[in-house]
Each structure stands twice: as structure tokens, then as C-alpha cells.
């Protein structure tokens, strides 16, 4: 009987225990989605596709928050609970960093003894341990990250957050438009095997912007940076100029940047790009039955669509290390609005000093 009763009380206490859990998860994942809500991210003009319930970063002054709450409170119970059951060493779901990485205003801490590197360590670390079932999940692959940075986050910050999380999954970044929350879809890594193509460089700057012409695989030329007390300053294989002796490509206007003026200039520019030719080997290097089956054509002609839409549609589009995102967005908005609508987010760079050796598109 005394076995019996102390039985009984375990399974009060565990069923308690696990009312209490879930009190708790239920918190933390409703604190998360509030400071989700108060973020002011950038704005944008397009209508773009609504973020789905996916792994979240959250980037405001003074620190960088991570959880997996939207993903899991987007499961019915039943699965939540499922989840919970499953999830390796008992660890709880929703997984909730709240303050996953401190920041000093918009600085990342500096490490005493560690040389700082492009990827942010605690966030690396973050989606590492991040729970398999979130890794595994067949509604999303590869696993996607919506990130809400704060419209003020220097491009810098920006750029190595988006180079942390791309290393092993798809960085997502919401922004505000006319229809709601719209989602962005940076690249960040060159793709494998991609062949090198001429298309249009964009680079922001306290002046205005800077456009010019350089290869998507390798970015442009750049000087200075570490060691040299010098700023990194990058500029493309070729720059170009709206109008003869026009320093930079795009000066600001009452102090903003000036985005019709950006996408005439792009249009120009885009009309003129030199053709970027189609491998035809590239199919059968990726399909060893090519030659034996009917998929030859069929997939050569997949591909070679690809190439075309890539090869016509991509822009490099970065900026200052000081560069506020919300200028970034304006930037990549007046490029889409040109026609180049794949975005791959540079280094952090200041743009050329001069215009030297600039050329203006003909009409």
C-alpha cells in the first residue's frame, strides 16, 4: 500500500511538473513573440511573400535574440507535445535565447585573446545545438531563419549575421510593405559551380550611391581594412555614372537616397550588360545518365532558363559599414524596381572615394 501511494504521489508530481513546464514555455514563447511585434523593421514599397512559422532572430540595440517559438506554436498540440517528448536530451521546446548575443549599443563584444571573425559565434553555436526536430522538419528544407533586424542595425552587423546563419541555412529577412510583413531572400555565399557573369554593383555610401559593373562571382576591388588604418574601401571592375562628371553615380537628395533616380540609372545599365554565355557541358556534368536518357534536353533546357533569369536579374547590393538597413532595402528596392530582382548582399565596404575613370550609359 505505502508503494502504491508513493507511486501515486510521483505521477502527481510529474503530471504537476509538467503543467508548470508548459506554463512556462507558454510564457517564454508569448514573451518572444511580443518583442517580435515591437521591432520597427525596414520598410518596403513591393508586395512580397508573408514569412512562414520558421526559426526567428530577433536584432535590436543591444542585443540579438533567437527562438524556435513561431515554429512550434504553429503545430497543433498534439505534434507540440509529441515534439516535446522527442527532442534529444530533454531539453525544452520552444528553445527561447533571449538575449543569445549582448551588443554595446550596435557594437558585438570584443573577446580578449580571440581574433573576431566573420561569423558571430554565439549564433553559430545557436543553430548548431538547435534541436533536430527543427533540422528535420520536412515542411521547410533547408531549414530558413526569418530574421527581423531594426530599421537603425548598421549594415555591418547586418552582413555578418546574414553570413553566420547562411552557412548552413536560408536566412529569411522581414521587412514591412503595403500588404504586411514581406520576406527578402538574400544571397550571401556563391553558389557552386556558378559561372562568373558582368551584372550591376550597388554600393551605398554617406554621399549617395555607387553603381558600377563587376562579376557576380568575385564583387569588385578592394584596399585598406585591417591593419592598414585604412577603411576597406571596394569598387566595381567598372563604374558608371548617370551623367558626365556626376560623383557618386547617385548623389542624395535632401539628404536621402534617391531611389527613381537609382532605378533609371539600373535600367540603363542592365540594357547594356554583355551577354553571359550558357555552359551546355554543365548538364551532363550533373547528370551522368544524360546521355542515355530523354532528361538530356530536358534538363539542359531547365538549366539554361536558370542561367538566363540569374544572368539578367542578379544585383550585388551593400554598403558602408555604417550604412543604416532601412537605406540598404531602399537600395534593393530601386534595383527590383529595375527588373534586378535576385539580391546578393555584399561585404560591408566603403564605396570608391572618386568617380575616376567613370563612364555614363548611353540612352
Known sequence: MAIRRALVATLVLAAVSAGCTRYRQRARAAKALAA??????????RKLDAPAPRLRMLVVPGGIAFDDAAW???KDEHEQERLVDRTDGGAL???VHERLVSLDGWKLPEVPGVEPGRS????????ELEPRETQDDEAFSPRQVNIYFHRETPYSLVRRVLETVAQDSDPRVVVSGPAGDGVLRPGVFVGAGEGGCAVPVVQIGAAGASVGIGA????FRCSGGDGTGQPLRCGPERMIVSRAGACPSVPRRNGQLDGPAL???LERVKAQLPTCPFDPESPDERDADAERSRRKDALGAMLRAEHEYYATHMVLVGG???????EIVAGVDAAAAAGLDLWRATIAAEPPEGCEGASAPSR
Open 216 to 219: 557576380s562571382t568575385a564583387g
Open 120 to 127: 558571430i559565434r554565439e549564433i553559430a553555436k545557436a543553430l
Open 263 to 265: 532605378t533609371a540609372l
Open 36 to 45: 517580435q511585434s515591437a521591432i520597427p523593421v525596414a520598410t518596403t514599397a
Open 93 to 95: 521546446l520552444p528553445v
Open 72 to 74: 512550434f506554436a504553429a
Open 320 to 326: 558602408g559599414p555604417d550604412v543604416r538597413w532601412q
